[in-house]
């Protein structure tokens, strides 16, 4: 991670959430830069929208791998190819297994047109109604193995009015979708740049702990890397220092 955080954004559809990422990134002091556009359908509309704003986008559809575990694996590979740090599931109609989450921990962030706790999983503008609430609004959480319930890092809420179909609550609550998901990704990539920045004076001040369970596999891989060379190297130096001194005393010896 070298100034800002790689995100990559899966969609299945319009991909309006992704716009509103798209015109965040734009802002210079945005800790964040969108590096590829996953869609499970290769009719999303927001395959077109990546498009014109040019970047890079792909088509891993579930239907062409023999197996939900294959797939995955196509976007696991996908994300290491591409560098990406983050990945921002935005209207991505395809349920992750633990297995994926647990590879990407604190990684993988989604938005949800609901107050949750309240109402996970589909038709949460529906079931408000029904409920007769007087307010709902959207979440944007960190993806864990169950579904719709990790921390919550922004909500904003919108009221309900009288007469509200399902259709003008979620587009009152899109609105704040739009809002939301910038301002969640702003504020966790920048964690996720100060973590880096950490654990680099970690490893450049030698005091390394393997204690490391927040950060990513590749990061851990990297400091096992790093522990290997800075032995290799103090083993080195006591080589020279021993030849050395064996050296002299042959010297002294022999005069
Ligand atoms: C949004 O309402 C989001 O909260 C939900 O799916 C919808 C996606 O909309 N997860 P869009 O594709 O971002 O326009």
């Known amino acids: 991670m070298t100034g800002k955080v790689n995100i990559a954004i899966l969609i299945s559809g319009r991909g309006s959430n992704m716009d509103a990422l798209i015109r965040a990134c734009t802002e210079t002091d945005y800790p964040a830069r969108i590096v590829t ?7 999303a509309p927001g395959l077109a929208k990546a ?6 986008s ?3 559809s579930h239907r062409d791998f023999s197996d939900g575990e ?8 996908h994300l290491i190819q591409n560098n990406v740090d983050l990945v921002c599931l935005a209207g991505f109609m395809r349920i992750l297994s633990a297995g994926f989450v647990q590879n990407w ?5 989604n938005i949800h047109p609901s107050l949750l706790p309240d ?3 589909l038709h949460p503008q529906a079931r408000a109604l029904a409920d007769g609430k007087s307010q709902s609004g959207c979440s944007v959480h960190i993806v864990t193995a169950a579904m719709d319930a990790g921390p919550i890092l922004v909500q904003r809420c919108v009221p309900v009015l009288s007469g509200d179909t399902e259709e003008d609550l979620s587009a009152r609550i899109l609105e704040q979708e739009h809002l939301a998901y910038p301002e969640a990704v702003r504020i966790h990539a920048q ?4 973590r880096t920045a950490v654990l680099d004076k970690t490893i450049n001040s030698k005091e390394m702990s393997m204690d490391t369970h ?10 096992r890397a790093h522990a290997m060379w800075t032995d290799f190297i103090r083993f080195a130096r006591r080589g020279v220092v021993v030849v050395v001194v064996l050296l002299v005393l042959m010297a002294i010896f022999l005069v």
């Not at 498009?51 to 890079?56: C, E, R, V």
């Not at 921990?105 to 962030?109: C, H, K, V």
């Not at 964690?191 to 100060?194: E, P, S």
């Open 119 to 121: 109402y996970p999983g």
């Open 58 to 60: 792909t088509t891993l």
């Open 105 to 109: 921990p604190d990684r993988i962030l």
């Open 37 to 43: 556009v996953i869609s499970n359908r290769p009719d």
């Open 214 to 223: 927040h950060v990513s596999v590749n990061q851990k891989e990297l400091i």
């Open 51 to 56: 498009a014109t704003a040019g970047i890079p």
């Open 191 to 194: 964690k996720l740049l100060n």
């Open 70 to 77: 294959a797939f995955e694996e196509s976007i696991h590979n």
